[in-house]
């Protein structure tokens, strides 16, 4: 049965999608780069089915995205110094850091690691579904492993609309570039993913980097 379109403007529309999150569900939803699907990150069951449904390797680990930088200590712990400070230059937005995991974040979100890859999206909807949830959300791009990455709610249905319970419709994302992947779990810090956020941004801040 194909999965439910709601527009984010509907009453009620984030509550009812943080509702199914919260109970196990799978939700797409619109980012500042693309459409993602996501679950709730406590949730080792509704994070497998999340696997499942993109047929995403196992030893890929999922990403987080929280709300703001004040919910960090859901998703890491012994959260350095330095990555606030880079969470108050460049959340929200497109710079991911990678730091060590909250001990409750299930393992198969992980893939069995002991780092989390965490974000704060540039998108409204995004951020207000998450604070809804009022806790980390698991997600990637609402398609199936390997395939294009969808910019509207329309090409998400045309991928996951069988598997998903919900599919949250805010017109077009903007596309474009992946987020910088920085991993701050290493000394000096080492750029994983080049991105939107420079190096020569991130040097601004940082005093080595590789």
Known sequence: MKARVLPVDS?????????????GGLVAFPTDTVYGVGAHALNA??????YMTKKRP???AIPVLLASAADLALAAHDVPPIALRLA?????????LVLPRQPALP??????GDSVA????????ARALIAALAAPLAATSANLSGQPSPITAQEAVGQLGEHVD???????????VP????DLTCEPPRVLRAGPVTEQELQAILLHLV
């Open 11 to 23: 009453q009620d529309a984030i509550a009812q999608a943080a509702h199914l999150l919260a109970t």
């Open 45 to 50: 069951d509704a994070v497998e089915r999340l």
């Open 58 to 60: 196992r030893d890929r």
């Open 88 to 96: 108050d230059a460049f959340w929200p937005g497109a710079l991911t």
């Open 107 to 112: 393992a198969v979100l992980t893939a069995g």
């Open 118 to 125: 965490i974000r704060v999206p540039d998108h409204p909807v």
């Open 166 to 176: 919900l599919i949250l419709d805010g017109g077009p994302c903007p596309g474009g």
């Open 179 to 182: 987020s910088t992947v920085l």
